[in-house]
Nanobody, 119 residues
């Protein structure tokens, strides 16, 4: 039913930038929580940033102003603009979506991930 497909990952130099995209199908982004997570090999998955149904954005501290989330409600698209990338940003990045407006509880839908490698 619902599918989230990420794209935009790749290999980038330290200090470089990438923009990740998440296309949601069978899903209404408007008024619902969506988020970006990441997971490095051998490490736990961690939240990068979320945006709730009221467009409140909650960034992880490690982003330190470098990343920006945006949501296109008309086209059910989620973006993550990543600037000043560091090697520690290297991870598989996942798009996640909730059926609900608050960014609480479990996320209902997940993408397959897109790899970001910073060196």
């Amino acid at each position: 039913q619902v599918q989230l497909v990420e794209s935009g990952g790749g290999s980038v130099q330290t200090g470089g930038s990438l923009t990740l995209s998440c296309v949601a199908s069978g899903y209404t982004a408007r008024g619902r929580c969506m988020a970006w997570f990441r997971q490095a090999p051998g490490k736990e998955r961690e939240a990068v940033v979320s945006v709730n149904g009221g467009d409140y954005k909650d960034y992880a501290n490690f982003v330190q102003g470098r990343f920006t989330i945006s949501k296109d409600n008309a086209d059910n698209l989620l973006y993550l603009r990543m600037n000043a990338l560091k090697p520690e940003d290297t991870a598989m990045y996942y798009c996640a979506a909730s059926r609900f407006a608050p960014c609480t509880g479990d996320f209902d839908y997940w993408g397959q991930g897109t790899q970001v490698t910073v060196s």
